[in-house]
T-cell receptor, first 111, second 113 residues
Framework: KQEVTQIPAALSVPEGENLVLNCSFT??????LQWFRQDPGKGLTSLLL?????REQTSGRLNASLDKSSGRSTLYIAASQPGDSATYLC??????????FGAGTRLTVKP | KAGVTQTPRYLIKTRGQQVTLSCSPI?????VSWYQQTPGQGLQFLFE???????NKGNFPGRFSGRQFSNSRSEMNVSTLELGDSALYLC????????????FGQGTRLTVV
């Protein structure tokens, strides 16, 4: 069964702190892994896409890594800001474009 | 470049009615996927369309159906609405599906009373 788990479910940090969000998947036969951000009541904003052949991707203060063999991905956020407060979701894509989502990590960055 | 557009943003329907939701993908994108998001179940895959053909389907009852038009716009229909169908319905567009980045719309919030 293709399941995606995110730890922790919620995280609260002071502004300026570096933090890591974790994502694990049970089936390593993924095509890619994508990280999203979701603000309350809104749609998903794509942050980073890592293809199965890649090990990491970077965009600004965000860095995502992928380890297929261990079934894990991490999202690193540097120098967190209050505007980073949102729910972060990871999604593993399998064949036929079936994206399996984790339940998300709700991040709060306190000023 | 315009993003993914979903209409309407909000809907209130009565049990037993049917509803049609619309999704206009990013220009040039041929794959459209639909997801249901609820607090209890999270994001669940409904189906994917590519070049007007349903390419993949999730584990939802036949009351949930969809279609895609030649311009890649997609519609999702839910018949005989149930209270449990209340959710945020999201569509995602991508160039070809697998291997390509998915971009989501703002969603349609459906409330069934």
């Amino acid at each position: 069964k293709q399941e995606v788990t995110q730890i922790p479910a919620a995280l609260s940090v002071p502004e300026g702190e570096n933090l890591v969000l974790n994502c694990s998947f049970t089936d390593s036969a993924i095509y890619n892994l994508q990280w999203f951000r979701q603000d309350p009541g809104k749609g998903l904003t794509s942050l980073l896409l890592i293809q199965s052949s890649q090990r990491e991707q970077t965009s600004g203060r965000l860095n995502a890594s992928l380890d297929k063999s261990s079934g894990r991905s991490t999202l690193y956020i540097a120098a967190s800001q209050p505007g980073d407060s949102a729910t972060y979701l990871c999604a593993a894509t399998y064949n036929n474009n079936d994206m399996r989502f984790g339940a998300g990590t709700r991040l709060t960055v306190k000023p | 470049k315009a993003g993914v557009t979903q209409t309407p943003r909000y809907l209130i329907k009565t049990r037993g009615q049917q509803v049609t939701l619309s999704c206009s993908p990013i220009s040039g994108h041929r794959s459209v996927s639909w997801y249901q998001q609820t607090p209890g179940q999270g994001l669940q895959f409904l189906f994917e369309y590519f070049s007007e053909t349903q390419r993949n389907k999730g584990n939802f009852p036949g009351r949930f159906s969809g279609r895609q038009f030649s311009n890649s716009r997609s519609e999702m229909n839910v018949s005989t609405l149930e209270l449990g169908d209340s959710a945020l319905y999201l569509c995602a567009s991508s160039l070809t599906g697998v291997y390509t980045e998915a971009f989501f719309g703002q969603g349609t919030r459906l409330t069934v009373v």
